[in-house]
């Protein structure tokens, strides 16, 4: 069965400092996507950055960049010089089963203090 | 103007009730979704559609329908509401199944 795993329920960073949050999956397709997403407290779901299975480099987006270890099975999220707008909700999703459809980790609640 | 709509935003309704949520897109996408979030859980497909003529089931489907009126709009309806369908409800759509989904804004859903 394919599944998300996102065992931080709840992180802190300090302002201007990279965090990493942590996702690992399990599927026995080859062809996969990873992504993640930023929820904000006002309920929006905010794509972030996307990692195909077969790409050889880690993706980035701007401040996001996506560490992809195939082995081990894991996708997490790096987040540099963190923002205060930066605290929300940030879910890891993979692209499978039905119809493409996505399946979601539980979410970490990601806290940016001043 | 956003992308992806959705209408109502918030919506609070009686046990038994048939209610209908809306979702538009501009970004010409032939893929539309229907996902429901619980609270503190991760999003679970409703129904989803490849095309106007296309609509399929999700993981959590019963107690819902939808309607793919065009390639622009897809609808889900609750034929008659019931408190644990209490949840926030996204639309996404995708240009295909290897492509990235875009979320709309959700619509908060309380069913008494």
């Known amino acids: 069965a394919q599944k998300i795993t996102q065992t931080q329920p709840g992180m802190f960073v300090q302002e201007k400092e990279a965090v990493t949050l942590d996702c690992t999956y399990d599927t026995s397709d080859p062809s996969y996507g990873l992504f993640w997403y930023k929820q904000p407290s006002s309920g929006e779901m905010i794509f972030l950055i996307y990692q195909g299975s077969y790409d050889q480099q880690n993706a980035t987006e701007g401040r996001y960049s996506l560490n992809f270890q195939k082995a081990r099975k894991s996708a997490n999220l790096v987040i540099s010089a963190s923002q205060l707008g930066d605290s929300a909700m940030y879910f890891c999703a993979m692209r499978g089963g039905q119809g493409g459809k996505l399946i979601f980790g539980q979410g970490t609640e990601l806290s940016v203090k001043p | 103007d956003a992308d992806v709509t959705q209408t109502p935003r918030n919506r609070i309704t ?62 889900l309806s609750l034929e008659s509401a019931i408190p644990n369908q209490t949840a926030l409800y996204f639309c996404a759509t995708s240009d295909g199944q290897g492509y990235t989904q875009y979320f709309g804004p959700g619509t908060r859903l309380t069913v008494l």
């Open chain 2, 14 to 75: 009686k046990t038994g009730k048939r209610i209908m949520l809306e979702c538009s897109q501009t970004k010409g996408h032939d893929r539309m979704y229907w996902y429901r979030q619980d609270p503190g859980l991760g999003l679970q497909l409703i129904y989803y559609s490849f095309d106007v003529k296309d609509i399929n089931k999700g993981e959590i489907s019963d107690g819902y329908s939808v309607s793919r009126q065009a390639q622009a709009k897809f609808s």
